[in-house]
């Protein structure tokens, strides 16, 4: 399993970045797929999940409104959409899923987000 993120980067507040994370090694189409951030000093907190048909979608309150998680099949691929962004959703955002059969979560290697003026 490997979990590859990009699109990271520096924002002043109130713009916006589009993640994406790669998927390979497992049947994509069939995982949960989450977004988690962690930012200096705090635990990494779930910031939204989207599930196997990409229909049900979770958010943290802190981001809800503002993000939006989507994902594309058949390009195994996990989206996460951040606009108004907040110097306080400044952290490390992960990419992962968690594989039932195995009972192992897999992380991505994590894509900096920083929001500053």
């Known amino acids: 399993v490997q979990l590859v993120e990009s699109g990271g980067g520096l924002v002043q507040p109130g713009g916006s970045l589009r993640l994406s994370c790669a998927a390979s090694?497992?049947?994509?189409?069939?995982?949960?797929m989450k977004w988690y951030r962690q930012a200096p000093g705090k635990e990494r907190e779930l910031v939204a999940s989207?599930?196997?048909?990409?229909?049900?979608?979770n958010y943290a309150g802190s981001v809800k409104g503002r993000f939006t998680i989507s994902r594309d099949n058949p390009k195994n691929t996990v989206y996460l959409q951040m606009n108004s962004l907040k110097p306080e959703d400044s952290a490390v955002y992960y990419c992962s899923t968690y594989s039932p059969l195995a009972g192992v979560t897999y992380w991505g290697q994590g894509t900096q987000v920083t929001v500053s003026s």
């Open positions: 090694g497992f049947t994509f189409s069939r995982y949960v």
């Open positions: 989207i599930g196997i048909p990409g229909i049900t979608t």
